[in-house]
C-alpha cells in the first residue's frame, strides 16, 4: 500500500502564498523606483544608504561586518564589497576588532551621518510617494491594494 506523505496544500496556505507574493511584487516595485531615485538624486545605491542609515544608529556607530550584512541582507563577502563603496565614497572605513584581530567593524564616518542626514527626509518622502502610487491601479492591469494584502499577512500569523 502506497501512503502519500505529501498532504495537498490547504486553500489557508496557498491563499498565504498568493498574498505573499502580491506583498513581494508590491515591495519590488516600490524599491525599484527608491533604487532608481537614490542612485540618480544622490550618486548612492540603496544597500549603502541602508548600511549608512544602521550603522548611524548603533551606539558606536559600527557594526561587526557579518552584524551588517545580516541586517542588509547580504552574506559576508557581498557585504564587504559594500563597505568597500562606501570607504570609496567616504561614506564609512573598516576597523579591526581590538579585541579579537580577525573581526573587522565597519564604521560610518562624519561625511557617512551628513549624508544620511541629508537624505533621510527625502527617503521618507520618497518612500511615501511611491507606496502611494503601488497602491491601486497598475500598468499590467492588477489593482494592489497595499493595506489589504499587509492585513491579510498580519491575520494570517
Given at each position: ?34 533604487s ?52 570609496d ?34 527617503y ?34
Amino acid at each position: 500500500m502506497h501512503m502519500d506523505l505529501v498532504s495537498e496544500p490547504s486553500a489557508h496556505a496557498d491563499s498565504i502564498g498568493d498574498t505573499w507574493s502580491r506583498a513581494v511584487a508590491a515591495v519590488a516595485a516600490v524599491e525599484s523606483g527608491l533604487s532608481k531615485w537614490m542612485q540618480s538624486t544622490y550618486g548612492i545605491g540603496m544597500t549603502e544608504f541602508r548600511a549608512a542609515m544602521l550603522l548611524s544608529r548603533t551606539p558606536k556607530r559600527e557594526l561587526r561586518i557579518n552584524d551588517l550584512a545580516t541586517r542588509v541582507g547580504l552574506n559576508q563577502s557581498s557585504c564587504t564589497r559594500l563597505v568597500g563603496r562606501m570607504e570609496d565614497k567616504g561614506l564609512a572605513f573598516r576597523d579591526t576588532c581590538p579585541d579579537d584581530g580577525r573581526g573587522v567593524y565597519a564604521v560610518i564616518t562624519d561625511a557617512g551621518l551628513e549624508t544620511v542626514d541629508r537624505i533621510r527626509e527625502a527617503y521618507s518622502s520618497k518612500a511615501h510617494e511611491l507606496l502611494i502610487a503601488a497602491d491601486g491601479p497598475q500598468p499590467g492591469g492588477e489593482d494592489v491594494d497595499i493595506r489589504r494584502i499587509l492585513t491579510a499577512l498580519i491575520d494570517s500569523i
